[in-house]
């Protein structure tokens, strides 16, 4: 058991303590290894929401609206990340800016979303080159 000089005390609901003390009765355990554990299993899934939130206030109006896009069309697929597939279906479903300039000059603007939604299909979900997937979506 670590000495006292490696823990920093926390402050948690009593409510949570109540539950935590039930799960640690229940399985002869001390409230100490059942937070541990749960800290543990929790940490090692945990993926920070911080990051989307402190970089977006240095992104100008259009690309923080493409990605704000982006977000509402991965929980719409039911994803739990944004990738760059739904960059695209949000650059898709915007039609202005640079980007979905670029694609309209490629021919490929109308194509995006059929084309991504077919490729993540057939990938289940999993990130897919975007180089690609235009370069598909342009022929």
């Known amino acids: 058991m670590p000495s006292s000089k490696d823990r920093q005390r926390i402050e948690i ?3 949570l303590y109540d539950r935590l003390k039930l799960i640690a009765d229940s399985e002869e355990r001390t409230l100490t290894s059942i937070v541990q554990d749960l800290l543990r299993l929790g940490l090692s899934n945990y993926q920070p929401v911080w990051a989307f939130r402190h970089y977006m206030s240095r992104l100008d109006e259009p690309a923080q609206r493409a990605l704000a896009l982006a977000r509402e069309e ?3 697929l039911n994803n739990n990340f944004v990738g ?3 960059l695209l279906l949000a650059i898709e479903r915007e039609g202005e800016g640079l980007a979905a ?3 309209q000059t490629l021919g ?3 194509k995006v979303r059929e084309f991504t939604l077919a490729e993540m299909q057939r990938h289940k979900a999993q ?3 975007s180089k690609q997937r235009v370069e ?3 022929e």
């Open 13 to 15: 609901p009593t409510e």
């Open 74 to 76: 991965a929980k719409r």
């Open 108 to 110: 490929a603007l109308g």
């Open 136 to 138: 598909q979506a342009a």
């Open 84 to 86: 760059t597939e739904h």
């Open 127 to 129: 990130p897919v080159q």
């Open 101 to 103: 300039g670029i694609l």
